[in-house]
Nanobody
């Protein structure tokens, strides 16, 4: 129902920064809770951050607090993940997700309805 397309991934050195973008096709984007997740091959998808429809509220995994910032621009139907002070353990495929139903900010993948294709982030030592 909602198409999500991530971009901005790449290869960076430890300590560097990347800014991921997610463009959504939804007609009521401002009503969607948006989230970022990441996944390493062989492991479960891991919550990174979520943001309310208005952008006022956000929620982060402990592993990224103070380093990553989630934001959104509803006029552009986009959500962003600014990643600073990157570590090798941040290496993963990063996915953008949207929830079309009313909910509190959730770290559970099952709470989200639509997913992007993912973008690879690789952090070298």
């Amino acid at each position: 129902q909602v198409q999500l397309v991530e971009s901005g991934g790449g290869l960076v050195q430890a300590g560097g920064s990347l800014r991921l973008s997610c463009a959504a096709s939804g007609r009521t984007f401002s009503s969607y809770v948006m989230g970022w997740f990441r996944q390493v091959p062989g492991k479960e998808r891991e919550f990174v951050a979520a943001i309310s429809g208005s952008g006022i509220s956000s929620y982060y995994a402990d592993s990224v607090k103070g380093r990553f910032t989630i934001s959104r621009d509803n006029a552009k139907n986009s959500v962003y993940l600014q990643m600073n002070s990157l570590k090798p353990e941040d290496t993963a495929v990063y996915y953008c997700a949207a929830s079309l139903r009313g909910m509190v900010l959730s770290a559970l993948p099952g709470a989200y309805d639509s997913w992007g294709q993912g973008t690879q982030v690789t952090v070298s030592s």
